[in-house]
């Protein structure tokens, strides 16, 4: 069993959380399980969430996704560090 990650978040994450926040308050709740989720397993060996290394993204730039529901969370991961670098809302309309 690999040891804990610790999880960090960027400026950028903060104020982007925010704006949705006001919007979306069970954002709330749902951020704290992405903290559970990426401090015990952010590669995904375990296979039981929806996380996807994105091809062709730098490092710094959000190279994982996790998504719960209709929230996007992009992070980072540096040896035992994760880094939340941005959080988004996919629209309703998005696959109709």
């Not at 996704?65 to 998005?94: M, S």
Request: hydrophobic residues 35%; contains cysteine.
């Amino acid at each position: 069993m690999t040891p804990p990650f610790s999880v960090t978040v960027t400026p950028h994450f903060e104020r982007v959380f925010r704006k949705l926040l006001a919007g979306h308050p069970e954002l709330r709740g749902i951020r704290e399980r992405v903290g559970e989720i990426l401090k015990s397993d952010p590669s995904n060996h375990s296979r039981m969430h929806h996380i996807k290394k994105l091809v062709a993204v730098p490092l710094g730039e959000g190279q994982w996704r996790l998504a719960l529901g209709r929230f996007r969370f992009r992070y980072d991961i540096y040896g035992q560090e994760v880094v939340l670098q941005h959080c988004g809302l996919r629209r309703e309309a998005t696959y109709r």
